[in-house]
């Protein structure tokens, strides 16, 4: 069937796609290098004629239009799933930006259920020859926002990958309103981030807990891309991929024939995932390539999916971890950072699988611009306005540069012990003394 009258018929300009949006409308900005970009722009000049314009996204890329003309937010309300460099700093330099707490795998469901959406802006690939447009890098949780919203308008970018191998991956121009043709522009690339010694020494313990078949699921940030990189110089072989976001470690260690897939229990020999950011090496590697399976997130971070990988593991980053084993992983005392994610979901999951393995890791120390001097990231109590991203029975092992522990099985005074090991030695002291005085630290561990 030829689609192109229909096409023409839904063809406007990015100037008659902003001013479709109204005042106290909820607008959704889809996700990371979908992010409208022509729309933005025209939408942006409307600041002035436009009041409480609600929008929602997540892991920008760039820094968009309308955060520009309306750096106040007094226009334009940015609310977050997730946090990038741009959403983290209108968070936390205005009051016109805000997170919206979550697990990754709900996302789908709390647009079903919960969220109202006035209009939807999504960048996509070209319409296949069906009268589809592919979800491109983020099928996460795009269905959902397109099954709940009023309107519907795509931004045609031919550099958009087309990413297939899943489901809910695409929407049939039959469901959209109005369809933009875009600059064509390169996408926004995420970079991989340099790791250094401490970030390598991390890597090393984690890479000797591995096995060959492992499945694995990275997170973003270089303790995870070193664990990548060591990998890669490893000796290991036939590993899958089984994660919410697909990073450039992921392609190189397929280039370095360490990925085949061929012993993973659910969709072998495909490289499963959520959403993608990255360079424009991997948004290459995604597009038509049908061994990357894109998936909507309730599927990928679903720990029931994931328990049922055998050696499936989990590496993610944290901000800081207590004496408890509790994880804060998405803020800093009042100041926002990233997110819940996916962490709880692949910690969960992975725990349940058989032989799997979740690691939560961060360096023992960073060092504080407000005070001047260097402090530990394990502390007896976080920081009043931490989030804690995973509860203290769901931790499995925490590692830094000085060693990993497992705190499953352990009770409060071995996990003190045995988390007070991983702290930088020069903090060490202080922490037997702040444990002893929290009533979790018996004389003869020492």
Known sequence: MDYSKEYAEKLISAKEAASM??????????????????????????????????????????????????????????NAWHAGGPDRGRINTTDGAFYIPLRYSELPKYYRQNCEVDIAFIQVPPMDQHG????????????????????????????????????????????????????NQGLPELASGSFGDVDRKVGELIVNELSDRSCLQLGIGAM????????????????????????????DLYNAGKITGAYKNVDRFRQTYAFAAGSKKLYDFIDNNPQ???????????????SKIDNFVSINNAVNVDLWGQVSSESSGMKHISGAGGQLDFVLGSYLAENGK?????????????????????????EPGSAITVA???????????GIFNCKGRSTWERAEGIINLAAPEFRDDLIKDA???????????
């Open 21 to 78: 949006v109204k005042s106290n409308d909820w607008v959704d900005y889809a996700w990371a290098a979908q992010t409208p970009v022509a729309i933005d722009r025209e939408l942006a000049k409307r600041v002035e004629e436009l009041e409480n314009v609600k929008l929602r996204g997540g892991v920008l890329l760039a820094v968009p239009e309308i955060f520009k003309a309306d750096p106040n937010g007094d226009t334009f309300i940015w």
């Open 132 to 183: 589809y447009f592919n979800f491109g890098l983020n099928a996460s949780h795009l269905m959902a926002v397109c099954e709940v919203a009023k309107k519907i308008v795509v931004e045609v970018n031919e550099n958009m990958p087309r990413a297939l191998g899943g489901f809910e991956t695409e929407i049939h121009i039959s469901k959209i309103d109005g369809i933009v043709e875009g600059d």
């Open 224 to 251: 995870p891309n070193a664990v990548g990189s060591l990998i890669a110089e490893s000796d290991l072989k036939d590993l899958g991929v089984h994660t919410e976001m697909y990073v450039d470690a992921f392609v």
């Open 292 to 306: 990357c399976m894109a998936a909507p997130v309730d599927y990928t971070n679903d720990a029931r999916i994931i």
């Open 358 to 382: 979740s690691f939560i890791c961060l360096s023992s120390k960073f060092y504080n611009k407000k005070s001047g001097k260097e402090e530990s990231r394990i502390t007896l109590n976080f």
């Open 392 to 402: 203290r029975p769901n931790t499995n092992y925490i590692v830094t540069e000085y």
């Open 436 to 446: 002893e005085k929290a009533n979790i630290w018996r004389k003869s561990n020492r």
